[in-house]
């Protein structure tokens, strides 16, 4: 294991990611994505501890982050990552189809394998870590019924949904919401691992079909180590390329670089 690869091993479980040249990073080319779509908000949901917002100001995104958060734990840091920053806004509850209280399964992991969904064996056998320790009672509010206090009538938002398995539920909680972005980037599983979780092939139709939008990126992600295959990935969609080729916006107030 090389100097290198022990630093970024290192850095990576305090959610921090290292590279030598940053354009070798996938995360850097979704900045760019977001960058090029004149994106003035980006609504994370499912934040963790920041990680997501952390990559977007490291890659150069300055616009609005509006963070969805509500296990105890990872909030308390997400909190902390975000009281510096005034563009980036904290809410405590969770995303969903319906407004009231939900039970979360919380993971091992540092919550980051946590679901309202049941975990199936493919994902605990390939992470045992992962399991679930705990259960946490939070709010869940419907994203349109909460739209107003997230995105103004001309902002252009980016949708980034990391819920383990949840993710059409979220989107059912958005509605026609959903149809006002300028890009929505999912993680979802290629293989089934939460019950009843959103799949790799059923996010695509639904963002090409339902939406309109353009698949712009794939991002590896989760993968089974004793055999390599990949679990899941983020799938990151744009309404329309060709309007994202031109400089950043005014908010998020980036140089394009190369």
């Not at 992470?127 to 206090?149: H, M």
């Not at 963002?207 to 990935?233: E, H, I, K």
Request: charged share 25%.
């Amino acid at each position: 294991m090389t100097l290198l690869h022990r630093v970024r091993v290192a850095a990576q479980r305090v959610g921090l990611d290292v590279n030598r040249f940053p354009q070798c990073s996938p995360d850097y080319r979704v900045v760019r994505l977001i960058l090029r779509s004149r994106v003035d908000v980006v609504l994370d949901v499912g934040a963790n501890r920041g990680q997501y917002g952390t990559m977007l100001r490291r890659f150069g995104y300055r616009g609005r982050i509006v963070s969805f958060e509500p296990l105890h734990e990872p909030l308390r840091t997400l909190r902390r990552r975000a009281a510096a920053d005034a563009l980036w806004k904290v809410f405590p509850y969770a995303l969903g189809d319906r407004n009231g209280t939900v039970h979360v399964n919380v993971a091992g992991n540092g919550g980051a394998s946590s679901s309202v969904l049941p975990m199936l064996s493919r994902h605990a056998a390939a992470c045992p870590e992962s399991r679930y320790v705990d259960v946490q009672e939070t709010e869940q509010f419907r994203l349109d019924a909460i739209w107003p206090q997230v995105a103004g009538p001309e902002e252009r938002v980016f949708l980034k949904l990391d819920v383990q398995g949840y993710e059409g539920a979220v989107l059912e909680g958005a509605a026609d919401r959903v149809g006002q972005c300028t890009g929505l980037q999912m993680e979802v599983s290629c293989v089934p691992l939460y019950e009843g979780g959103l799949l790799l092939e059923d996010a695509l139709g639904i963002a090409q079909r339902r939406y309109g939008m353009t698949l712009a990126a794939l991002v590896p992600g989760f993968s089974d180590n004793r055999t390599g295959q990949m679990l899941q990935c983020d799938a990151v969609f744009l309404r329309d390329l060709a309007r994202g080729d031109g400089a950043a916006s005014r908010m998020t107030g980036a140089v394009d670089r190369p």
